[in-house]
């Protein structure tokens, strides 16, 4: 399908997932989320993005208690769906993930390494999982020899840019201030690091609601959780965990800019729409048919345009 405004299409799509939380066993988090189903509902949205996501980037926490058999279970629903519309699998650990067994779970490795980074090159663009777990905390933090091993990679630019993908992300927490007790540490010696770089826009994922802000002027895109979500205005509450909202990212990359948008993992009730059918009708009209048809408050369309009446847009646009 052309593009109806004035730009292009993106030159990349990235699905952006995290805190999936997966339990073995049927286990339900908190006796009440269950979120192996709701991994699936978050699937099945995003297969029907268009045009298709070339990367699933996972930012961490994907299994709850760092079970060997929740890694299994989701590289069985991640991979056939990654394969039926070609897209890269980025994997990245968070607080609540084993090393050993999400190595062995995810890279078919037996070695259990001290970090877990890796490059990941989509189309041209390069994707930099960084792992900010450390053993036994909740927060993060990168390592001298982390940061050696980054330097070495981003000294080379990548075609379309970088994005970094990480657990915590590197930005203030002003809508759950408890949270910055399990923050990423050391900040202000990432900026440092990616000062001059390619690197394009940072992932993260840890606070389970969805957060923007910028880092040493990169944008910064905050992926809620598919597992339950952070309750960011509770009544009376400290800390509330609420099993509603839950959402993925998808993010569109383009020359000189990307742009975020959050897709909700549970559909809603439609009070209006129209079918796939009008697609081509419009597409057949020239921008000037476009404007006039579907911006002018006087056409015969906008004038006739009632959401109580349920109107056909196909018979609209034939008559």
């Not at 990679?153 to 657990?167: C, K, S, Y």
């Amino acid at each position: 399908m052309q593009p109806f405004g004035q730009y292009p299409h993106p030159t990349h799509t990235i699905a952006h997932i995290s805190d999936t939380h997966l339990l073995a066993g049927g286990n339900l988090q908190y006796g009440a989320v269950d979120t192996v189903h709701h991994l699936g509902l978050a699937l099945e949205r995003l297969g029907r993005i268009r045009p298709v996501p070339q990367a699933l980037v996972f930012t961490g926490d994907l299994a709850d208690r760092g079970e060997p058999e929740a890694y299994r279970m989701l590289r069985e629903m991640v991979d056939p769906f990654a394969d039926r519309i070609g897209a890269q699998v980025v994997w990245c650990m968070g607080n609540h993930d084993d090393r050993a067994a999400y190595a062995r779970g995810l890279f078919d490795t037996e070695e259990s390494p001290e970090v877990l980074d890796q490059v990941y090159d989509i189309d041209g663009l390069r994707i930099v999982s960084l792992d900010t777990s450390l053993p036994g905390y909740h927060h993060g933090e990168i390592s001298d020899e982390q940061y050696v091993w980054l330097a070495d990679v981003l000294a080379e630019p990548a075609r379309h840019g970088t994005f970094l993908a990480m657990h915590h992300p590197p930005i203030p927490i002003p809508m759950l201030p408890v949270a910055a007790i399990i923050e990423l540490a050391d900040q202000e010696r990432l900026a440092d690091a990616l000062a001059g770089t390619d690197v394009r826009m940072v992932l993260g994922g840890h606070f389970h609601y969805s957060s923007y802000s910028t880092f040493a002027g990169i944008p910064v895109s905050v992926a809620s959780a598919t597992c339950y979500i952070s309750d960011i205005a509770p009544d009376q509450r400290f800390i509330s965990a609420v099993d509603a909202e839950q959402s993925v990212n998808v993010i569109h990359l383009y020359g000189d800019r990307v742009v975020t948008s959050i897709v909700p993992t549970h559909d809603g009730v439609e009070i209006n729409g129209y079918g796939m059918d009008v697609a081509p009708l419009i597409e057949a009209m020239s921008p000037e048919e476009r404007r006039e048809t579907f911006s002018k408050k006087e056409s015969d369309f906008n004038r006739h345009e009632d959401a109580t009446s349920g109107p056909q847009l196909a018979d609209r646009l034939l008559e």
